[in-house]
């Protein structure tokens, strides 16, 4: 894979917007040279949150409209650089690897990405995964092999949306999982006791100074997710609006402190009790990208429970790990590559991921 310029976009579970990175490829090693998240427009925030429950026709206009934003994003990063390639992931609006059959969906049109930009695309990156009997999910473990995999027995950490863990013993993927819930419950509960003045909590303020209810996080850790042993990967229907409509159907800016620091709490322990289960011996670090990372009373809770292991964040900036990615995986697909991790996804075998849009 020759050295090149490249944008990668994508918008997690939280649909906070779109993340767009510049960065350059090589045969050893990536660089980002700038990123930036694009929000989403309250309005159009709100249509994506609702995306999986839209009619047919809303739903391909949503798509289109996606693809505008996606692009905009693009061209933005850009500025006067010119990429070869861009590779989105798009917005999930479903993804259902345990049904029958197993299916995903992601939008945003890349071919209008690349009528707009005039650079190559490529996009829709699980189905081929999941034709082969794969999750579709996590992608990410084969990109933090290609970042960190050199190094001792480790665990690289994202905490987005949802949380996902990849575990790294030199030059092996000895794991990777989603592990739980992320940022979307945090950054829910916190809209709907606001009615939606705010979309998160800064820094974590307002879970620390909570309580954690420890009968309530009892109940939700027994949740057959947790259960079940890797390969396995989540979408916001799990750890959603439907468990705080259950857990806190009245919620108020009074109560929220506690019901943060609850499910800041639940992040924190899945994730700690997942990586535990799965690493095959003591972990010489925890990297950690994602919002996240950002949410200083989360990252307090991980260490108290990692310790003595260390917990920092990932030296790729944390907000541009997974844009980053989507475009190693474009650089991948064009030059014929495999991008998928089979021991992280259950796919059959390696395979090449991608749609390949030309500009």
């Known amino acids: 894979m020759s050295g090149r310029l490249a944008v990668g976009l994508m918008s997690g579970t939280s649909a906070d917007g779109v993340t767009a990175a ?10 980002v040279l700038r990123h930036r998240t694009y929000p989403y427009s309250a309005q159009l925030k709100r249509r994506v949150l609702g995306a999986s429950r839209l009619a047919a026709a809303e739903l391909s206009r949503l798509n289109v409209e996606l693809g505008e934003a996606f692009a905009a994003a693009a061209l933005r990063i850009a500025g006067r650089a010119r990429p070869v390639l861009i590779g989105s992931h798009g917005q999930t609006v479903w993804h ?22 005039g650079v190559t695309v490529v996009a829709d990156f699980r189905p081929r995964d999941m034709a082969a009997g794969g999750q579709g999910a996590p992608l990410v473990p084969a990109f933090d092999l290609f970042l960190y995999g050199r190094g001792p027995l480790r665990a690289v950490v994202n905490i987005g949306g949802i949380s996902n863990a990849t ?43 909570g309580t954690a209810d420890e009968r309530l996080l009892k109940r939700l850790l027994a ?34 402190p506690d019901a943060l620091a609850t499910l800041c709490e ?15 011996g003591p972990l010489s670090e925890i990297l950690v990208s994602g919002g996240g990372a950002l949410n200083a009373h989360l990252m307090r809770r991980l260490r108290a429970l990692f310790s003595p292991t260390r917990v920092g964040a990932t030296p790729i900036p944390v907000m541009a790990k997974e844009a980053a990615c989507f475009a190693w995986l474009a650089a991948r697909a064009v030059d014929g590559m495999t991008g998928n991790a089979p021991s992280a996804t259950g796919a059959a075998g390696p395979r090449i991921l991608g ?3 030309p500009k």
């Open 22 to 31: 510049l960065v350059s490829i090589g045969a050893d090693g990536l660089r």
């Open 96 to 117: 259902g690897p345990n049904a029958a059959p197993p299916n995903t969906l992601q939008i945003a049109e890349p071919a209008v990405i690349a009528e707009r930009t």
């Open 167 to 209: 575990i790294l013993d030199r030059g092996r993927i000895r794991a990777a999982f989603d592990s739980g819930p992320g940022n979307a419950l945090l950054d829910e509960a916190v809209r709907r006791a606001t009615r939606g003045r705010r979309d998160f909590d800064a820094g974590g303020r307002i879970a620390a100074a």
């Open 223 to 256: 949740d057959p997710y947790f259960l079940r042993t890797p390969p396995k990967s989540l979408d916001r229907s799990t750890f959603g609006p439907a468990l705080l409509d259950r857990i806190y159907p009245r919620l108020t800016t009074r109560s929220l």
């Open 266 to 280: 639940l992040t924190a322990r899945s994730l700690w009790l997942a990586v535990l289960e799965n690493a095959p």
């Open 355 to 357: 749609k390949i849009v």
